[in-house]
């Protein structure tokens, strides 16, 4: 059974930082995986992508996170990361990792990050 399970999320203060993980298994190994990468979901709005990596290619970030974010992977454990600094309340948002395969795409169930200003 494939599961994508996010944590790290929470309330932080605006200019604070946080570190969010997906724990994937189930799927084998995300270094198998054509994309990994992290989308977000304000509410009223609709979910977008924040970052991700391609096969092979050079993480690609949002243009409202460029600069703040980075995503990464730590293959030995099977984890996507994303590390955001610089908060603002406009990151305040539900985060969900995102796996595809050429078959088939993998959403986590999301945590949710609240940026106080």
């Known amino acids: 059974q494939v599961q994508l399970v996010e944590s790290g999320g929470g309330l932080v203060q605006a200019g604070g930082s946080l570190r969010l993980s997906c724990a994937a298994s189930?799927?084998?190994?995300?270094?198998?995986?054509?994309?990994v990468a992290w989308h977000r979901q304000a509410p009223g709005m609709q979910r977008e992508l924040v970052a991700k990596?391609?096969?092979?290619?050079?993480?690609m970030y949002a243009d409202s996170v460029k600069g703040r974010a980075t995503i990464s992977t730590d293959n030995a454990k099977n984890t996507i990361n994303l590390q955001m600094n610089s908060l603002k309340a406009g990151d305040t948002a539900v985060y969900y990792c995102?796996?595809?395969?050429?078959?088939?795409?993998?959403w986590g169930q999301g945590t949710q990050v609240t940026v106080s200003s």
């Open positions: 189930g799927i084998g190994d995300i270094s198998s995986m054509y994309v």
């Open positions: 995102f796996l595809y395969n050429l078959e088939k795409t993998y």
């Open positions: 990596i391609l096969t092979g290619d050079t993480p």
